[in-house]
């Protein structure tokens, strides 16, 4: 299993504009989160989502967009880039929320900067 | 909300040593679940130990070990025998126990480890 895969692993971009960050997870777990680590910060939630079609607002949701069309892959939408964004972003996803044992498995991150 | 407090940004130890490191939290809830994850420069998140609020005995994983206080509401970490792979940021998490919930992160502390 690859576990959680993340693409790319760095990207540039300037102000103003769009991307997509890919994360696919080979586990078939039912979870998905999208988190953010500001420079020496702990990781904070975006989006996540419960199962395909299913997602909800983390603790900083605005300018991003996310989807969930398959249990395998959970896209995460940057509109409109602005330097804020400036980040490492981890996806990582969980068999399901509840319990000490469902732990979520993290992938290799993101490095986004906005110039 | 929950907060998750880690009050020391860095800490070092002597190859063999013992340290530990920090962490205080702040909820209403009676379950939950703590966390220790370990990130090394790779980026990866590694979860190092977890402890379910219900359970008295203080979890236990090879050389790490946490001290529980649920009344102090604090999760210490304890590494044992320090290894300079030891080396890391290591982050404390909370988590409710209910469904599709999310993470909350600590600050982290750099871990040195001086050979």
């Known amino acids: 299993n690859a576990g959680v895969t993340q693409t790319p692993k760095f990207r540039i971009l300037k102000i103003g504009q769009s991307m997509t960050l890919q994360c696919t997870q080979d586990?078939?777990?039912?979870?998905m989160y999208w988190y953010r680590q500001d420079p020496g910060m702990g990781l904070k939630l975006i989006y996540y989502?419960?199962?395909?079609?299913?997602?909800d607002k983390g603790e900083v949701p605005n300018g991003y967009n996310v989807s969930r069309s398959t249990t395998e892959d959970f896209p995460l939408r940057l509109e409109l880039a602005a330097p804020s964004q400036t980040s490492v972003y981890f996806c990582?996803?969980?068999?399901?929320?509840?319990?000490?044992?469902?732990?979520?498995?993290f992938g290799p991150g993101t490095r986004l900067t906005v110039l | 909300a929950q907060t998750v407090t880690q009050s020391q940004p860095e800490m070092s130890v002597q190859e063999a040593e013992t340290v530990t490191l920090s962490c205080t939290y702040d909820?209403?809830?009676?379950?939950?679940?703590l966390f220790w994850y370990k990130q090394p420069p790779s980026r990866q998140m590694i979860l190092v130990i977890r402890?379910?609020?219900?359970?008295?005995q203080n979890a236990t994983e090879n050389r790490f070990s946490v001290n529980f206080q649920k009344a102090a509401k604090s999760f210490s970490l304890k590494i044992s025998d320090s290894q300079l792979g030891d080396a890391a940021m290591y982050f404390c998490?909370?988590?409710?126990?209910?469904?599709?919930?999310?993470?909350?992160f600590g600050g982290g502390t750099r871990l040195m480890v001086k050979p």
């Open positions: 990582a996803s969980s068999y399901r929320g509840t319990g000490a044992y469902n732990e979520q498995f």
């Open positions: 586990m078939n777990h039912n979870y």
């Open positions: 989502s419960v199962g395909a079609g299913i997602t």
């Open positions: 909820t209403s809830e009676s379950d939950y679940y």
């Open positions: 402890q379910e609020a219900y359970k008295q």
């Open positions: 998490a909370y988590k409710k126990d209910n469904a599709g919930n999310m993470l909350t």
